[in-house]
């Protein structure tokens, strides 16, 4: 019995749980009523609560980011936090959006701060969301001093900035570079590519002369960030809150998808994810270069869970340009946000916090594993890192990079990466290509933005 | 049975479960002995059933300043470019699901009915009910080990069909086919042991005629025990369908696991999700969920009527 009982409860939760939700929504929204925050006028630019000085502040970060509020703790021992570990509403969980809605309905109960893995929150979190306060604090009316913002890598913000406004900090840089494997290519006597064109020839040159070699993935979500927003590709052209362009047919867009079917075809770039035990067992050593973001390092490269590469093996190539570009650009894969509670009642606390995970050498340079978006901090990390000796090259081209990304592809509050996953990702993998999908994958971008309230240009 | 229908059903199974509170010339002390037993259980049906599909039906009917909005929303979501391929979706699973339930289940059961082997018949009992005897969630993401090609225990067979990559396998067209097995594999087994109860239920004297009469096995199973399970099957198909329609831990498990390849908005329960935490439309969420609830009343009621599950001998 109990089997039959769990098998309706599996299917049943889900349900269950939408509806309980409903119920718990009820119940919240019936016990808010009498708890309204009274909201003054406030002098940053958004109605804040009255505020208590002494409070203790709520801060919610993902396991990785526990040491920043170690750091923080250990540094300023007077200021009250409570850490609440939750999933950084990564992998598509979406958890911030979600739990946020639900206090917004209850009307209470919001953390003081937010940290987020993900690109696309401060899309919904700088709005109102049906009739109420928008979640994220204005930063740049004065809650975050104007002299640290302008020290952050220049277009490291433009995720947290909507309509010019700021609503979050950003934690870490995910610009892509090209990776690559200094010993293997020295070996087999090839230069590393400056263009896009040189790199697929080398691509199919390894192809003939040493098959089973790779110089690049295409089978994880963001895919399109790598190779199609390093290619001016405007499939994510956010113009708005609430407008987005998008445009696959351009010769933007098929270059870089006439030359992935051509690498996918020859067995150099596969269709494979990075973080498939599939990946590891086949191409472990077999990686020539691949271009990716700048948390690959230590992500793939140099973890032993992973690729494992040795240390003085991996060098680094600043991003490609197309022939006849003068400049190169590159695309940007995640890089996590901080954001601040427009509902805190510490705003002071809930300030002083964010600026010392994403500005503090404590936690940027001495603990966190990615590139601080923060540029004195990152400076300082390139050094430590270089002094490690891990890297065959210097570390320059990631510098570089940082303030590379294209700005013609913004962060809307829906994924691109999902979009990408569902209709190209699984319709490759059933021998369409890509350059043939192109439409198909505009048709989808364009429907999942008018459902998310967008219009279309 | 101590199996709560789900309170989809409440409507459907109301008529039948009032019955035995009934004061027929019982004791009315004992009478007041079932209210207390099932009291617990309808507060809380009250609290966590009805109250919120109530509130379900008040949002569908609303907009988010709380306004009537008529069938705005409903209009809204039929509309939706993910509204149809999720009916499809979940309408194929369905069909794939049932008819084997029906048809593996009660084959099974009866296979493990005839063997005369009082251990062998008592372990593959145990050995069926086995897998559902893992909480939920967990028995899934067991799935998405056994579907991927380079961890999978039976991985020479899911290359063996050609497939070599996790994404293989979980193509498009392959979906609904997998999540009936999922399901079939996590909640078959109980089913099997309630059916060979049923079947233990059929009186030998009953069987012993047939034989008599010159049927053999096959003909004993078509002609007198299938006819005689017929309540039960429809009862399986009820609650099987209830749960089925409902369909949302696999493919939603599967999305994260695949990082999105399997979509998240692919069966309907999921677009209810999508829309209740994805687009911040409660209503719109209401909107799917409410008519989920009345197909699989209908539904329900097909299966009602036709397994003719309440009616007397």
Redesign the interface.
Known sequence: ???????????????????????A??LLALAGCGSSTSSASGSYGFPEAKQETSSTITVWVDADRQAAAKAFQKANPDTKIQVVAYDGSA????SF??KM?LFD?AGSGWPDVVFSTQNNDAA?ASQK???KEAFAGMLDKGLVPGDTLAKFTAGSLNPCTVDGHVYCLRNDLAQAVLWYNKKLLDQFGYAVPTTWEEYQALGEKVAKQHPGYIIGTA???WTPEVFFWASKCQANGVTGPKAVTVKTDTNECKRAASMLDTLRGNGTVP???V????FV?KYSGKVLMMPGPAWYAGAIFNNPQSLNVPAGQLGIAAPLPWKGEDKPVTGNVGGGTWFISSHSKNLAAAAKFVEFVTTADDYQVNVAPGYPAYAPAAEKWVAKQESSKYFATSLEPVVTAASQIWDGWGYG???Q??IW??TV??AV??GKSIVELLPTWQQAIE?QAK???YTVN | MTIAPPSDQLVAGATERRRPVRPTGRAPGRTRIGYLFVSLYALLALAFGVVPSLYAVVLAFTNTDGGFAGLANFTKVVGDFRFWPAVLHVTTYLVIWLVGLVVFVVGLALLVHSVRLRWASTALRFVYYLPGALAGASSVLLWLFVLDPTASPVSGLLRGLGFDSFVAVIQPGHLPAIFAIIAFWTGAGGWIVIMYGALNNISTEVIEAAQVDGANAVQTALQIQLPMLRKWIAYMGVMSLAAGTQLFVEPQLLSQASNAVVPNDYSLNQLAYQYAFQQNDFNGAAAISLILLVVALLLSWVFVTRGGLFEKE
């Open positions: 019995m109990v089997g039959i009982n769990r098998a309706i409860q599996l299917r049943r939760r889900s349900a269950a749980a939408v509806a309980g939700v409903f119920a929504t009820a992998n598509g969980s979406n959006r979600t809605q309905r919904w969301s049906g009739g089978g994880d979500a269709v494979v994810s973080f498939t035990p599939e067992k509050t829906f994924s990466e999902a996953a569902k990702t699984t993998t059933g429907n459902v998310n309230g």
